[in-house]
C-alpha cells in the first residue's frame, strides 16, 4: 500500500464528475487500499477518489476511528437512496486543509454502493456517519463543501484558503504518515 498525494482546491481534478466503476478489479482494491492509507496518514474520516487525482467513483470512510481501533467502509458507485431530517455541523476538507465551515445536511441517509467484492449492500447513517458519506459522494460528483456556504462565509473561507494555499505551490499535498495514531484531532477533515 502506499500514501498518495492529496489533490487540493484549484486543481481542477476536484470538479470533475467520477466515472463508475464497471467492475471491482485488484486494480480497484489497490486504489482502495491506498487511499484508506492516505486518509489514515492524513488523520481523515473520509477519502474520495478526485482527491488522489483518480475519477474511478470510490469512497473510503472511517468515523469510529479511535486509537488504533479501525473501521474502515469502502463503498463503489455510492448512491444516496433516502434522505431524511436535517442537521447542521461543522465540515472540514483534506482537500482544503484548514477551512471548515457550517453545512446543512439531511441528518440520516440511506447509500446503496458496492462494497470491495463488487457485492451491493445498503448503509442506514445518522449523525457524523451521514454526514461523511453525503460530503464524500459529493466529492464523487464535483462538488466541495464550500458551495454550501452563504456568499459571505464562502467569501472567508476562500480568504483563508488563499493563505494557506500558498504552502502547497503544487496543488497536491504530500502527507506524511502520523507517527502515533492515537494522537487525537479535534477538527475532523473529510
Ligand atoms: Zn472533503
Redesign the pocket.
Known amino acids: 500500500m502506499s500514501v498518495l498525494g492529496i489533490h487540493l482546491l484549484g486543481s481542477p481534478v476536484l470538479r470533475q464528475e467520477t466515472r463508475p466503476v464497471a467492475a471491482v478489479t485488484d486494480d480497484v482494491r489497490r486504489l482502495m487500499d491506498d487511499m484508506l492509507e492516505t486518509m489514515y496518514a492524513a488523520r481523515?474520516i473520509?477519502?474520495?477518489a478526485p482527491?488522489v487525482g483518480r475519477l474511478e467513483r470510490v469512497t473510503v470512510v472511517d468515523v469510529d476511528r479511535d486509537g488504533t481501533r479501525q473501521r474502515p467502509i469502502v463503498l463503489v458507485n455510492p448512491e444516496i437512496i433516502l434522505r431524511d431530517g436535517s442537521s447542521k455541523g461543522e465540515?472540514?476538507?483534506?482537500?482544503?486543509p484548514e477551512v471548515f465551515g457550517e453545512v446543512e445536511r439531511p441528518a440520516h441517509v440511506v447509500v446503496r454502493a458496492l462494497d470491495r467484492d463488487g457485492r451491493p449492500f445498503e448503509l442506514d447513517a445518522t449523525d457524523l456517519l451521514a454526514r461523511c458519506l453525503q460530503?464524500?459522494i459529493?466529492?464523487l460528483h464535483g462538488k466541495?463543501?464550500i458551495d454550501y456556504l452563504s456568499l459571505l462565509k464562502r467569501r472567508s473561507a476562500l480568504t483563508k484558503w488563499e493563505e494557506e494555499k500558498a504552502k502547497y505551490p503544487s496543488l497536491v499535498r504530500t502527507v506524511v504518515p502520523a507517527a502515533v495514531v492515537a494522537d487525537h484531532h479535534d477538527d475532523e477533515?473529510?
Open positions: 481523515g473520509g477519502l474520495a482527491q465540515e472540514g476538507c483534506l482537500s482544503i460530503h464524500e459529493d466529492h466541495l463543501f477533515e473529510l
